[in-house]
């Protein structure tokens, strides 16, 4: 059994539709446990940060614009096998190629606003999770 942690984010459009409850059902449900989180109003610095592997691309300015937008639920999920569980979950970054049931499918608007985001690695995880939560903001639930 490989217990992992991995990081999401329920991104504005998301939050704007009051869907925090359902998408936390989904990945309790799932088997994902959440060991941190938290509401935040991400900066233009804070966004543009989180995704600078993005700098220089056609969306980048949009992505920022958006993430910075509304509030976003911020989280740290634990669970077996949890990278890879959770972007079953969250389904394809185009909306128009996720799978019915996930959760870009239920709640994206566009590619840009596709609702959550999901780290792809546990080493992304690692980073992500240490670029939004200290260590003692985070309560492991495994043991
Ligand atoms: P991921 O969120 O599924 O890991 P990434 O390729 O890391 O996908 O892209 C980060 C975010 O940037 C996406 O979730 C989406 O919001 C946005 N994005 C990615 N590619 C495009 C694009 O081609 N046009 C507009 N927005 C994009």
Redesign the pocket.
Known sequence: MTIERTFSIIKPNAVAKNAIGAIYARFETAGLKIVAAKMVQLTREQAEGF?AE?LGKP?FD??VGFMTSGPVMVQALEGEEAVRRHREIMGA?NPDNALAGTLRADYADS??E?AV??S?STESAAREIAYFFTESEICPRTR
């Open positions: 995704y993005h969306f949009g992505l970054t590619l840009t596709n985001h999901g792809d």
